[in-house]
């Protein structure tokens, strides 16, 4: 079982920078692909970051560049570093962990970006 919580989220005037954490709780923790995801009221929800328990990264295109997820397995954290923010970047962000073909989410952080 994995609980998880993410902080960090607020208002950001377009250009600025954020930098979402996740805290997690379980052993496992340091085991799972850990992921952002976001959604925008009236959209689905859509992956923004993940990283693996090797620490591979991958990145929606619409945030590569700008956006960079790391973790702290000793602190059980995941992070998510947002640079030169847009407004289409507001949504609620949510932290996601996986490990073999189990899911567990977070509550959810809102980010607002103003233009």
């Known amino acids: 079982q994995v609980q998880l919580v993410e902080s960090g989220g607020g208002l950001v005037q377009a250009g600025g920078s954020l930098r979402l954490s996740c805290v997690g709780s379980g052993s496992i923790f340091r085991l799972t692909t850990l992921s952002w995801y976001r959604q925008a009221p009236g959209k689905q929800r859509d992956m923004v970051a993940s990283?693996?328990?090797?620490?591979?990264?991958n990145y929606a295109d619409s945030v590569k560049g700008r956006f960079t997820i790391s973790r702290d397995n000793a602190k059980n954290t995941v992070y998510l570093q947002m640079n030169n923010l847009k407004p289409e970047d507001t949504a609620v962000y949510y932290c996601?962990?996986?490990?073999?073909?189990?899911?567990?989410w977070g509550q959810g952080t809102q980010v607002t970006v103003s233009s």
């Open positions: 990283i693996t328990s090797g620490d591979s990264t």
């Open positions: 996601r962990a996986y490990y073999l073909a189990k899911e567990w």
